[in-house]
Nanobody, 123 residues
Framework: QVQLVESGGGSVQAGGSLRLSCAASGYIDSRACMGWFRQVSGKEREGVAAIYRIDSSTYYTDSVRGRFTISQDYAKKTAYLQMNSSKPEDTAMYYC????????????????WGQGTQVTVSS
């Protein structure tokens, strides 16, 4: 069983930065992926970014590429999402996720979810 705990959400003005963290507990294989999804009330949850633990390869959805950076501390089983140049449309609940049998950052299918952390970007 893997548990994921997010931190770092909050409010920021447009153009500002936030850093989200996701710490995993329990066994998580080197071939797992960790990533971030976000959801706005009434809309489907969308994948934002993911990282493949074994080689740190990454995936970004088009709307955040060049502004957000996902990284990891492999030994600490922690993933980070650095959000720069934030936009009001980035406002959402952000969820950390883990895919324990991932085949690449672009094909992540979560097995575990965190509880979510709210990010609000004001204009």
């Amino acid at each position: 069983q893997v548990q994921l705990v997010e931190s770092g959400g909050g409010s920021v003005q447009a153009g500002g930065s936030l850093r989200l963290s996701c710490a995993a507990s329990g066994y998580i294989d080197s071939r797992a992926c960790m990533g971030w999804f976000r959801q706005v009330s009434g809309k489907e949850r969308e994948g934002v970014a993911a990282i493949y633990r074994i080689d740190s390869s990454t995936y970004y959805t088009d709307s955040v590429r060049g502004r957000f950076t996902i990284s990891q501390d492999y030994a600490k089983k922690t993933a980070y999402l650095q959000m720069n140049s934030s936009k009001p449309e980035d406002t959402a609940m952000y969820y950390c996720a883990a895919d324990i049998s991932c085949r690449g950052a672009g094909g992540m299918r979560p097995d575990y979810w965190g509880q979510g952390t709210q990010v609000t970007v004001s204009s």
